[in-house]
């Protein structure tokens, strides 16, 4: 693949911080709690929790990533997952991005040293599941996991590198595990650039642990006027996890649900393994349905479809939740495209020298190592508003 420009790699930074202007939306940190010594936390990341009042014994839970520009308690409140927390009896925990670690709050989805077993951010989130597994008595078999963009990426990782963790993983306008390692090919693969091919994408997950399964199942959401995360990402997604669970290429069912296509693969059993919705017509987001689950703001999306009562379902957290969504026939298409932002696979380096160095050598020369380049390249995302 042709090395991308060093002016084109700078453009891109500054397009994708003005366009992060958008904000996070509604925020109201007070209604999660925050869990305390949870491990050695090298990914310097928050975690933050909720536990419903009446938790049963032996309940389940929930990890809930959040997309750039977001906090934890905002992603929370857009999406809906303590109201339904809160009715149906599980646990949330929901780890939060620090500033320090990335400028606009994204979770580290394409730093090799965040995004492998044992290291960085994938640790401190395995610490954390553990920590609350221990503290609330949860069910260790009914973990599941979910995030939006770069919060959606990051939730691959973790189903990737700790798949014995998780029952159940839910992605959105997200990215494969391990398609990108350095900012140009981040912003690459976003755009369905460059991705590998289907024996490469299935070799990333089944090398990422020495996990021989089972395997989480997977819910896969993307709109189809995404222009932050391409639609193809989808489609990668779906062929990378299709590997391990051992699923043909074609789908066993397509039906419409609320006006959007779910496809789904099914097992010998006839056990849905991997699920897709194509929310028609929307752009980058969270979909949710105006049910009272969750409320709308920037890059949580009324689309008529609640994405987080379905994945509840799928999980069966909530078996009555998603029938209880008014059945619309009407798509998204009518919805006004939201400002692009999100994933947005930028930010400073956390304390080592090495992933600055890494930075420095992703911008696209060979000359890349050379001190005056990697100033040039550091500059330009202090100017950006990327780096301190």
Avoid at 43 to 51: C, P, Q
Avoid at 75 to 95: Q, V
Avoid at 193 to 202: A, F, N, W
Avoid at 315 to 324: G, H, I, K, M
């Amino acid at each position: 693949m042709t090395m991308r420009k060093l002016s084109d790699t700078i453009a891109r930074l500054s397009a994708y911080r003005t366009q992060l202007g958008a904000g996070a939306g509604v925020d109201a940190p007070g209604h999660l709690g925050t869990l305390p010594d949870f491990g050695s936390n090298p990914g310097a990341l928050l975690a933050r929790t909720y536990v419903p009042r009446e938790l049963p014994a032996g309940a389940p839970l929930v990890v809930v990533l959040h997309g750039c520009t977001q906090t934890a308690s905002g992603y929370d409140l857009g999406s809906g997952w303590s109201t339904l927390a809160e009715r149906d009896g599980f646990a949330l925990l929901l780890p939060e991005q620090q500033r320090a670690n990335n400028a606009n709050l994204c979770f580290n989805w394409f730093e090799p040293g965040d995004t492998r077993r044992g290291k960085g951010e994938a640790l401190s989130i395995s610490q954390m599941i553990e920590t609350m597994i221990a503290r609330h008595g949860l069910d260790r078999s009914r973990v599941f996991i979910t995030g939006l963009s770069a919060g959606g990426a990051m939730a691959g990782v973790m189903l990737a590198t700790y798949p014995e963790l998780f029952a159940g993983g839910a992605i959105i306008a997200g990215l494969p595990y391990g398609v990108a390692a350095t900012i140009p090919e981040a912003f690459d693969r976003m755009r369905a650039h460059g991705l590998p091919g289907e024996q490469r994408l299935q070799d990333l997950v089944s090398s990422a642990s020495q996990h021989e399964g089972p395997w989480p199942t997977l819910s896969i959401w993307q709109g189809s006027a995404d222009r932050t995360v391409a639609p193809a990402n989808a489609a990668a997604l779906i062929a990378q996890w299709r590997g391990v669970h051992g699923l043909p290429a074609e789908p066993s069912m397509s039906e419409s649900v609320d006006g959007h296509r779910r496809r789904a693969w099914r097992d010998a059993a006839g056990r849905d393994l991997i699920e897709e919705y194509t929310i028609a017509g929307m752009g980058h987001g969270t979909p949710i349905a105006g049910d009272g689950i969750g409320r709308s703001g920037p890059f949580i999306l009324a689309a008529g479809i609640s994405s987080t009562r379905r994945i509840a379902r799928f999980w069966n957290l909530s078996p009555e939740a998603a029938d209880s969504v008014p059945r619309s026939a009407t798509a998204a298409a009518s919805l006004p495209e939201p400002a692009i932002a999100g994933v947005a696979p930028v930010g400073p380096s956390k304390t080592s020298s090495d992933k600055a160095s890494s930075h420095a050598g992703s911008a696209g020369s060979q000359q890349a190592a050379a001190m005056g380049v990697r100033k040039v390249i550091e500059d330009a995302l202090r100017s950006a508003g990327l780096m301190r």
